[in-house]
């Protein structure tokens, strides 16, 4: 009697694990699928690149998005769908300069920013989550997209103003939003953050309750239009 039910116990454990690994199998392949985003954004692109002074064409995909950029301000407003995103700049003649992956997302203001020099063709995004705004102020942020200028640090009206924020901002990088008094702010003070020397200053006029993108570009050694240049851009909110 002891036997059979031994030859029994033995026989039944390899169907246990058989279900048992049926069971595991089956749990893993009915996860439910990670939710997929929905809606769309709308996002800036913009032409930073002195190295390159023609009109570019931008693309999301094969989709043409914009048939004539131009370098400097105040760049363009497309809506793409919300997720991700691969964004494209061509020359007119149909040459692919550069391209950069992008994560659109309704909460978050989303910039696509073609920049370098004419032998570095690049493109790269920058997105900020997107803020309350108190009031009598404006929400301002600012990206570094010149290639030639060192990291940055940006202070309002003079150069021991308020700092738009706590550290340098590296090349192809931005800023949170920050709120700024409407009433007082006149301009952006962008200062060397190694030596904190002044590279420029950025006039601006802003709108309580609005939200704005202070972008620097151009070049150092640049003239002209193409010299180090800073503009500011109301974002959709």
């Not at 009697?1 to 049926?22: C, D, H, N, Q, Y």
């Not at 989303?110 to 493109?123: L, Q």
């Not at 009433?183 to 030596?195: V, Y």
Request: glycine share 8%.
């Amino acid at each position: 009697m002891k036997s059979i039910l031994s030859t029994v116990v033995r026989a039944a454990f390899p169907l246990l694990g058989a279900a048992l690994l049926s069971v595991a199998v089956t749990s893993c392949g009915d996860d439910p699928a990670a939710p997929q985003p929905t809606g769309n954004s709308t996002i800036t692109v913009f032409h930073a690149n002195p190295g390159f002074n023609q009109n570019v064409v931008v693309k999301r995909e094969s989709q043409t998005l914009v048939t004539e950029l131009p370098y400097g301000q105040p760049g363009a407003k497309v809506i793409i769908p919300n997720g991700n995103n691969t964004m494209k700049v061509f020359g007119t003649d149909g040459t692919e300069l550069a391209s950069a992956q992008l994560q659109a997302d309704s909460a978050k203001s989303a910039w696509a920013i073609f920049a370098g020099t004419s032998n570095k063709r690049e493109m790269f995004s920058v997105i900020t989550t997107k803020k309350p705004i108190s009031s009598g102020t404006a929400a301002v942020r600012v990206i570094q997209a010149s290639e030639s200028a060192p990291s940055i640090k940006v202070l309002v009206n003079e150069k021991n103003g308020l700092a738009l924020a706590p550290g340098a901002i590296p090349y192809k990088s931005g800023s949170d939003f920050i709120n700024v008094p409407v009433a007082t702010t006149q301009q952006l003070i962008i200062t060397n953050s190694s030596s904190n020397d002044s590279l420029l200053a950025i006039p601006v006029t802003l709108v309580a309750g609005k939200q704005y993108t202070a972008v620097v570009y151009g070049s150092t050694s640049g003239v002209g239009q193409y010299a180090l240049s800073g503009a500011i851009v109301e974002d959709v909110q």
